[in-house]
């Protein structure tokens, strides 16, 4: 299983941007996807996730200023980030947790490469 994010960027103060994470390979039912991200010196903190169900979930952080959605035929996720801060600043990692054909009940946990967003003047 792969997880291809892009979509990251230099953008101002404000703007805005969309990151998108496509999975692809073996996967039978793609549980839940979520977005993380890392800044320089910081731990790694989840954004938002949405399960197959469309449950959502976001960072305090973020609410009201991001959005997750996803397309389930085409095993994709996508973060709409709107009023973008310095403090976005961040490496963004997409993550699933989902089930193989063949692997079977436990759900397996696979992370993208990452994809840099930088919000400055």
């Known amino acids: 299983?792969?997880?291809?994010a892009?979509?990251?960027?230099?953008?101002?103060?404000?703007g805005s941007l969309r990151l998108s994470c496509a999975a692809s390979g073996n996967i039978f039912t793609?549980?839940?996807?979520?977005?993380y991200r890392q800044a320089p010196e910081k731990q790694r903190e989840l954004v938002a996730s949405i399960t197959i169900d469309g449950r959502i979930n976001y960072a305090d952080s973020v609410?009201?200023?991001?959005t997750i959605s996803r397309d389930n035929a085409k095993n994709t996720a996508f973060l709409q980030m709107d009023s973008l801060k310095a403090d976005d600043t961040a490496v963004y990692y997409c993550n699933?947790?989902?089930?193989?054909?063949?692997?079977?009940?436990?759900?397996l946990e696979y992370w993208g490469q990452g994809t840099l967003v930088t919000v400055s003047s």
Not at 30 to 35: S, V
């Open 1 to 4: 299983v792969q997880l291809q």
């Open 96 to 107: 699933a947790h989902l089930r193989g054909w063949g692997t079977g009940r436990d759900l």
């Open 63 to 66: 609410k009201g200023r991001f």
């Open 6 to 14: 892009s979509g990251g960027g230099l953008v101002q103060p404000g």
């Open 30 to 35: 793609l549980n839940e996807m979520a977005w």
